[in-house]
């Protein structure tokens, strides 16, 4: 075989395998091994007697995990964590625990109907689970919650977003479908003089009570529940819409914007949290992954930055900056069509 012809192998086998790395790095997770490991339990046998898994089946993963830069350590002397392993810990703010379980368990199996999913357009989710994510995360008990966690673990770029755009002369901010508050939460640790309010769908807000009330306090924000696309709340500076454009196709986006457009004054801005897909052999890979990865879940799409515009531009909303942050994810900023003031000056 030539040189290039087994490099082109290797990268087919690079990509096959990957999914195994994932569901490797998931079964950790899932036996809680981090946490045994962070807890002092490092040897294979402290291991199977804590999880009640199979010494061979944990030696082997762990020796897996150990090359895939997880763990440190060898079967002999035990395991230690890296600072990878670490983020597997269960709980602490920086914790991708709950990420790892949703998109190794929910989300992996939504990827199994990729084929269906690109054949007819309609969510993997749907495909496996003869539900929308939406419905499912309504009806199934706990699931909104654990949805929120697992979202909180990719919000690396919110105290990013929070120092990006200058917030000194706005009062006000709604975080439209705000999930978790994080976002919120963030915004208003970083600018005291600001209140705030989360908007989502009423069985989301429980988790944005509780982690505000914990990290604000009660006299700084409030929680509404509503529908953002019946109407949202009006007459605040600044509203933030935080990975939303995501899951909905461009009518439903419009008509989502078009309610903001109308809650903001003509002086209000709309920060727009995503990943902005470019296209080519050079576009950065993880924007196209989401982008692949949301048609899996909700049946969503990331935009091109000309898709961003157009959705902002049907809703009377035009592009105003950009801004990159971590991850890959894009702070835009809008401002409403024919109102060029930016939010009005603090007394
Ligand atoms: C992908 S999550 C993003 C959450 C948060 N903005 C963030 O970045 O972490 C989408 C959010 O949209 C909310 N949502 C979905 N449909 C909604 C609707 N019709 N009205 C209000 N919120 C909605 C969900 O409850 C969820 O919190």
Known sequence: MRRSETTAARQVVDLITGTWRAQALHAAAALSLPDHVAAGHGTVPELAERTGASEDGLARLLRLLTALGVFTGDEEEGYGLTDVGALLVTGGEQSMRDMVLLYGEEFHRAWGAVVPAIRTGTSGFEHAFGTSLHAYLRDEPDAGPRFL?????GNVFFPEAAAAFDFTRAQTVVDVAGGSGLLLSAVLQAHPHLTG?????????????RHLSAAIGAHRYETVAGDVFDKVPAGNDVYLLSRVLQDWDDERCVTLLANIREAMADTGRLLVLERVVATGDTA???????????????????RTLDGYRS??????LRLESVHSLTLETSLLVAAPVGGS?????LP
């Open 149 to 153: 966690r697992a979202m909180n673990a």
């Open 197 to 209: 309010t989360v908007f989502d769908l009423p069985h989301m807000l429980p988790v944005a009570e």
């Open 284 to 302: 950065p890979v993880l924007p196209l992954l989401w982008d692949m990865h949301l048609l899996m879940a909700a049946g969503g799409r990331e």
């Open 311 to 316: 959705v902002l531009g049907a809703a009377g």
């Open 341 to 345: 003031s930016p939010v009005p000056a």
